[in-house]
Nanobody
Framework: QVQLVESGGGLVQAGGSLRLSCAAS????????MGWYRQGSGKQRELVAR???????NYADSVKGRFTISRDNAKNTVYLQMNTLKPEDTAVYYC????????????????WGQGTQVTVSS
């Protein structure tokens, strides 16, 4: 069993900043990657940013240069610093974990946070 606890969402004006956090806990043997997805109203869930265990990152084109993903490996925590926010960034943001559990170190599993609302007003 893995738990992902997110925090940091809220309401901000366009041009403002927010920082999301996601802490993973539970039966984790190793982490392949951690990342953030978002889902706007009436839209499909999309990748925002992802960081592998080796530190490589990839971002959605729409957030490049504005958002930065980082990790604290000791705390199994991933962060998303969001700057210069735009109304189109409004969505529920979900933390994602790719991991191997202590009970099954061979198979890669995926976990999701409960989501945190980010609303950017114009």
């Amino acid at each position: 069993q893995v738990q992902l606890v997110e925090s940091g969402g809220g309401l901000v004006q366009a041009g403002g900043s927010l920082r999301l956090s996601c802490a993973a806990s539970g039966s984790i043997f190793s982490i392949n990657a951690m990342g953030w997805y978002r889902q706007g109203s009436g839209k499909q869930r999309e990748l925002v940013a992802r960081m592998s265990s080796g530190g490589s990152t990839n971002y959605a084109d729409s957030v490049k240069g504005r958002f930065t993903i980082s990790r604290d490996n000791a705390k199994n925590t991933v962060y998303l610093q969001m700057n210069t926010l735009k109304p189109e960034d409004t969505a529920v943001y979900y933390c994602n974990l790719e991991f191997r559990s202590a009970s099954n170190v061979i198979g890669v599993q995926y976990g999701w946070g409960q989501g945190t609302q980010v609303t950017v007003s114009s």
